[in-house]
């Protein structure tokens, strides 16, 4: 297999909005972040993904742009802007930034313009129809809007204020090109592809049997082509990481999108976990890792996650956070960074961050929640019912600021914040997570540091064991040099197994382990272990 930067690097996601505020407004900012980059660097990452900071109306946190050249003021400047990609660099770590370009802002001039008459030089630019059909959008009822003016529907697949842009159109494609370049010469190093699978639309928009199931948006026919011209014109002259968010996208369909052979992406997002799976079922994910694993292994790339700002945090959703956030989230780690793939660690992540209740939807900000609380209203339903089926998986569950020490405001800011802190700040922040040597963050560091020392955590083969196991994940991986365990108890009871098919536990060595325990056959709850055979 051929080794690349990008396989062997370690991402961190800064959503900038909710890392730390420099200048008192209660948004984060790229000053903030640069003020941290020695925090970031201090864990061992090599790659930071920002979340977009374009000049946007800001109705879905940045991802409506209206300008796609210029920094948001909440943001900052350009000149900051360019001093944060001096500053990444010269610490030696990159950055990669969001690309978003299925829909624009409906502030954009582009549709501004295509808007104002059927026969405007842009109209074409975004999708209008005579009549809508019958498709949900991710964030309301309807993917058509009626325009009174010119008296045509135009197409979103996410809220009204976001069009879809028209990517038949080989202008549009042009356009974006030209913009992708813009960054790319200003020094950023990839781009994490915001709904990139969508691009490409249904011919003839044809009614769906169950409209619900909203995959028709994505992986249709034309997509392929959008991303094989983009990857000529734009991505091959650079030394760079994409990584597409592909929903809607199966195991199987994978390699189309990141097969080095195909020249499209370097790695993908799917979302068989995140939109899929509500909660830990052991056997799914096993399955899901296996079939990820199988088509992609020897010709295209993965990614770990199991959180962002879009979803849930880790611990919150998947772990335990009331007697085990320390083991599961530790237990977790363990498994990202030691599956096959690059391992994505999104912000407050290294320190347990759970997730947030706040107590009415006035606390909330994130439009696809507040979307679909009015939606649900409308229908004449309970509203506290309605609140409390939406908090396990609502967006600003993750999007609380970074907790950076126990003063007021968590250290995020001296002003107001844009969104409440999570209450817990004083028990769980960066300064407490400094000062103890087994924390959460001093584990990740761990982690990160063996990825570093040793290619068989990147390169080796992936062969689970114990598959039917409901308690146990366990798989070896390997690469002719090497042979590691690793050996998982993803429940929170005490698991005991006879391990002596697998390894001897006294003559192995413990590479690493999150418990301080004598090795028995008996795993206590969340115990996680890596083994060199
Ligand atoms: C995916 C982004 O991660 C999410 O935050 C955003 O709302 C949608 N794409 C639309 O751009």
């Known amino acids: 297999m051929d080794k690349t930067w990008w396989k062997e690097a370690v991402v961190y996601q800064v959503y900038w909005r909710s890392f730390l505020d420099s200048d008192g407004d209660g948004y984060g900012d790229l000053e903030g972040v640069i003020q941290k980059l020695d925090y970031i660097k201090s864990l061992g990452v090599d790659v930071i993904w920002l979340n977009p900071c374009f000049e946007s109306p800001d109705v879905d946190n940045g991802y409506d742009i209206s300008d796609y050249c210029a920094v948001m ?204 799976m509500e909660n830990w079922d052991m056997l799914q994910f096993k399955s899901i890792q296996k079939r990820w694993y199988e088509s992609l292994w020897g010709r295209g790339w993965n990614s770990q996650f199991l959180n962002n700002h879009d979803h849930t945090r880790l ?102 914040p844009w969104i409440n802190i999570n209450p817990n700040y004083k028990e769980i922040n960066v300064e407490e997570a400094l000062q103890d040597q087994n924390s959460i963050y001093y584990f990740y560091k761990k982690l990160i540091e063996l990825r570093k020392q040793n290619q068989v955590m990147i390169y080796g083969t992936y062969e689970p064991v114990l598959e039917d196991d409901e308690e146990i994940y366990a798989y070896y991986r390997e690469d002719g040099q090497e042979k590691w365990l690793v050996i998982l108890n993803i429940s929170e009871e005490d698991a005991e197994r006879d391990w002596s098919q697998f390894v001897s536990l006294e003559d192995a060595e413990l590479l690493l382990g999150n418990y301080d325990l004598p090795r028995s056959n008996t795993l206590a709850p969340y115990e996680a272990r890596i083994y060199r055979l």
């Open 73 to 276: 003021p909440k943001a900052g400047t350009m000149e900051t802007f360019q001093r944060l990609i001096e500053e990444i660099h010269a610490r030696d770590m990159k950055m990669i930034m969001d690309l978003v370009v299925n829909h624009t802002s409906d502030q954009h001039p582009w549709f501004v313009e295509s808007r104002s008459s059927q026969d405007n030089p842009k109209r074409d630019w975004y999708i209008w129809r005579n009549e809508p059909n019958n498709w949900r959008s991710y964030f309301s009822p309807s993917t058509w809007e009626y325009d009174e003016k010119t008296g045509q529907y135009y197409f979103h697949s996410f809220a009204v204020e976001q069009p879809d842009l028209n990517w038949k159109n080989p202008e549009v494609r042009e356009e974006i090109y030209r913009i992708m370049k813009f960054w790319l010469d200003r020094g950023i190093d990839g781009f994490r592809m915001d709904a990139i699978a969508i691009l490409a639309k249904q011919d003839g928009f044809p009614d769906a049997e169950n409209p619900e199931d909203i995959s028709y948006l994505g992986n249709n026919p034309g997509i392929h082509e959008y991303l094989q011209e983009m990857n000529e014109k734009v991505l091959q002259h650079y030394d760079l990481l994409t990584v597409g968010e592909l929903a809607f996208v199966k195991a199987e369909e994978g390699p189309l999108y990141v097969d080095r052979e195909r020249k499209e992406l370097h790695t993908l997002f799917h979302f068989e976990v995140c939109d899929y």
């Open 315 to 416: 611990v919150t959703r998947f772990g335990n956070v009331s007697t085990y956030r320390e083991e599961s989230a530790k237990c977790f780690a363990t498994m990202l960074h030691t599956l096959p793939g690059t391992p994505y660690i999104y912000q407050g992540e290294e320190i347990g961050m759970t997730g947030v209740r706040f107590d009415s939807i006035e606390d909330y900000n994130d439009i696809a929640m507040k979307n679909k609380y009015k939606e649900e209203i409308g229908k004449r339903r309970d509203p506290q019912t309605v609140f409390e089926e939406l908090l396990p998986l609502a967006r600003d569950n993750s999007r609380t600021p970074m907790q950076w020490d126990a003063n007021k405001n968590a250290g995020f800011t001296e002003g107001r």
